[in-house]
T-cell receptor, first 112, second 117 residues
C-alpha cells in the first residue's frame, strides 16, 4: 500500500527565492489537500482539489502561493519570493470524496 | 466558522495508566470528527473518525473516542498507555459540504503526550 508521498522532505532556501513542492497522492484518491503547520500549532488549511479542479483556497493564502493539479494526479505547491514567515512544514493529504484524509510526511521549508 | 479546542497543551501519564485527551468543537451542524497522531518530524496518522451512527468509535492502537453532541466534545481515550504512545495528538473537524462529503479540516492546537516508565 503506497501512501502519500512528498518531495523534497526538507528544503532550505534564501529569502526571495522561489520554491516548489510536489505531492503524489494515494493512487485512487480523487481529492488532494495542502496544509501548513508551524511549530507548536495544528495544521492550517491552504487549498484542496477534486481531480484537477481547485475547489477551495484559504483567504490566508497570499498571491505568492499557487497550487496546481494538472492531470488530477500529483500536485505542486509553489511559493514565490519566499519570506521568513513562510518557514513551516507543508503537509499534503489525499482522500476519496467523503473519506478520511491520509497525510504524507511533509516538506519542511527553512528560509535563511 | 468551525473551531476546535484542545484544552490541554501537555499531558504526562505513567505507562499502564489510563488516558483521556479532551477535544471540544464549535460547529452548527453534525460534524465529521477525527483524531490524528504525529511523531516528531513526521506526518499525521489517522487514529479514528466519526461520521455518523454509533457515538463510540474504535480506532487503531487501542484508542477509542466518544462523540457527545450535547457537550460538543469528542474525547480520545485509551485504557492502558504504552511508552510508544508518546507523541502529539490532534483533534480535527470537517464541515459538511453536502451529502456525505466534507472538505477541509480544522485542527486543534494539539496535545503533547509524555509517558513515564
Amino acid at each position: 500500500d503506497t501512501g502519500v508521498s512528498q518531495d523534497p522532505r526538507h528544503k532550505i532556501t534564501k529569502r526571495g527565492q522561489n520554491v516548489t513542492f510536489r505531492c503524489d497522492p494515494i493512487s485512487e484518491h480523487n481529492r488532494l489537500y495542502w496544509y501548513r503547520q508551524t511549530l507548536g500549532q495544528g495544521p492550517e488549511f491552504l487549498t484542496y482539489f477534486q481531480n484537477e479542479a481547485q475547489l477551495e483556497k484559504s483567504r490566508l493564502l497570499s498571491d505568492r502561493f499557487s497550487a496546481e493539479r494538472p492531470k488530477g494526479s500529483f500536485s505542486t505547491l509553489e511559493i514565490q519570493r519566499t519570506e521568513q514567515g513562510d518557514s513551516a512544514m507543508y503537509l499534503c493529504a489525499s482522500s476519496l470524496v467523503g473519506g478520511p484524509q491520509h497525510f504524507g510526511d511533509g516538506t519542511r521549508l527553512s528560509i535563511l | 466558522a468551525q473551531s476546535v479546542t484542545q484544552p490541554d497543551i501537555h499531558i504526562t501519564v505513567s505507562e499502564g495508566a489510563s488516558l483521556e485527551l479532551r477535544c471540544n468543537y464549535s460547529y452548527g451542524a453534525t460534524p465529521y470528527l477525527f483524531w490524528y497522531v504525529q511523531s516528531p518530524g513526521q506526518g499525521l496518522q489517522l487514529l479514528l473518525k466519526y461520521f455518523s451512527g454509533d457515538t463510540l468509535v474504535q480506532g487503531i492502537k487501542g484508542f477509542e473516542a466518544e462523540f457527545k453532541r450535547s457537550q460538543s466534545s469528542f474525547n480520545l481515550r485509551k485504557p492502558s498507555v504504552h511508552w510508544s504512545d508518546a507523541a502529539e495528538y490532534f483533534c480535527a473537524v470537517g464541515m459538511n459540504a453536502g451529502g456525505t462529503s466534507y472538505g477541509k479540516l480544522t485542527f486543534g492546537q494539539g496535545t503533547i503526550l509524555t509517558v513515564h516508565p
